[in-house]
């Protein structure tokens, strides 16, 4: 079962910052978070990690609340290609198999 | 360039039939992954494979096979004990002990 809560889907106007929250409350020290992309009928895609302090790359920033039991990703200049789900995903930092565990995402439309 | 490719793209068989997806990468990568996607669902783990000549059932093994003989390639077969066949099939691969997962484009496979 997924470790995650997201809301169902989100709107966002193009151009503006798109914070997609996610809920990890029952999140342990040796659990990372991190978060994928789906653009709809292909392959999800990498966006972001991080252990407790803030991050930031040429996608996006992951912003995680002190106690780490939320976090939200900012993509700051959305665009119209930006709509997909995204998923918030917690793995442990040693991950036997490697495997993540999807759940159910959150749907981001931008809109013009 | 590098990537993983799926082939192909749409997949049709009748029911009863075993069936095989391939997965080919030239990433260099130690571990890859399968993951089955069905309608407004997340991904769920099939199986995967850290090394050559080995590989773990994931969440949803029965009714799948897999082999790895050579460290680029790690096909699925759909067998007729699989249910519920018709789905979208991922592919995956990631370095071994390395965050990020690469994905395919994927198989979707209808089973009529």
């Known amino acids: 079962d997924a470790k995650t809560t997201q809301p169902p889907s989100m709107d966002c106007a193009e151009g503006r910052a798109a914070n997609l929250p996610c809920n990890h409350s029952?999140?342990?020290?040796?659990?990372?978070v991190y978060w994928y992309r789906q653009i709809h009928s292909q392959g999800p895609q990498y966006i972001i990690h991080?252990?407790?302090n803030n991050e930031t790359n040429e996608m996006a920033s992951l912003i995680i609340t002190e106690d780490r039991k939320s976090s939200t990703l900012i993509l700051p200049h959305a665009t119209l290609r930006d709509t997909a789900v995204y998923y918030c995903?917690?793995?442990?930092?040693?991950?036997?198999?490697?495997?993540?565990?999807f759940g159910q995402g959150t749907e981001l439309s931008v809109k013009p | 360039d590098g990537g993983i490719t799926q082939s192909p793209k749409y997949l049709f068989r009748k029911e009863g039939q075993n069936v095989t997806l391939s997965c080919e990468q030239n990433?260099?990568?130690?571990?890859m992954y399968w993951y089955r996607q069905d309608p407004g669902q997340g991904l769920r783990l099939i199986y995967y494979s850290q090394i050559v000549n080995d590989f773990q059932k994931g969440d949803i093994a029965e009714g799948y096979s897999v082999s790895r003989e050579k460290k680029e390639s790690f096909p699925l077969t759909v067998t007729s004990a699989q249910k519920n066949p018709t789905a979208f099939y991922l592919c995956?691969?990631?370095?071994?002990?390395?965050?990020?997962?690469?994905f395919g484009p994927g198989t979707r496979l209808t089973v009529l």
């Open positions: 990433l260099n990568h130690d571990a």
């Open positions: 991080g252990l407790k």
């Open positions: 995956a691969s990631s370095i071994k002990g390395v965050h990020e997962q690469f």
């Open positions: 029952t999140i342990s020290g040796n659990e990372y």
């Open positions: 995903i917690v793995r442990p930092i040693y991950n036997q198999g490697g495997k993540l565990i």
